[in-house]
């Protein structure tokens, strides 16, 4: 019998697929302290507009982000109310704080730079 906290075993795999990819997982993690916008990830990751934005897309598709739209800036933060969060910030929890990504953004003067 299925309880409460197991999950569908074809969703795990599509969410553990997802988080396979390094700079997604680090996305999630980022996300997990911290709301971000394509141009922070950009800056974070060294990475093309369009690689950040189909990274994205891919966690948005299965609802694992949301967005929210603040003056002419999207910024993205972690559903926590995805019916799988537990199992996200289950693995989550495992990894290495990415604080220094953001604090590193401040000291350059680039957290919220879309212009």
């Given at each position: 019998?299925?309880?409460?906290?197991?999950?569908?075993?074809?969703?795990?795999?599509?969410?553990l697929?997802?988080?396979?990819?390094?700079?997604?997982?680090?996305?999630?993690?980022l996300?997990?302290?911290?709301?971000?916008?394509?141009?922070?990830?950009?800056?974070?990751?060294?990475?093309?507009?369009?690689?950040?934005?189909?990274?994205?897309?891919?966690?948005?598709?299965?609802?694992?982000?949301?967005?929210?739209?603040?003056?002419q800036?999207?910024?993205?933060?972690?559903?926590?109310?995805?019916?799988?969060?537990p199992?996200?910030?289950s693995?989550?929890?495992?990894?290495?704080?990415?604080?220094?990504?953001?604090?590193?953004?401040?000291?350059?003067?680039?957290?919220?730079?879309?212009?």
């Amino acid at each position: 019998m299925k309880t409460n906290e197991s999950i569908d075993l074809q969703k795990a795999s599509q969410i553990l697929k997802l988080l396979g990819d390094r700079t997604r997982l680090t996305m999630m993690k980022l996300l997990e302290s911290h709301d971000c916008c394509v141009c922070e990830f950009v800056a974070i990751f060294k990475m093309s507009q369009p690689a950040i934005s189909q990274h994205l897309r891919k966690l948005r598709d299965i609802e694992l982000v949301k967005e929210e739209r603040r003056g002419q800036w999207i910024f993205y933060s972690i559903n926590q109310d995805h019916e799988d969060y537990p199992l996200i910030s289950s693995i989550l929890n495992h990894l290495p704080a990415q604080d220094d990504s953001i604090s590193e953004l401040v000291a350059q003067g680039l957290r919220i730079c879309c212009e």
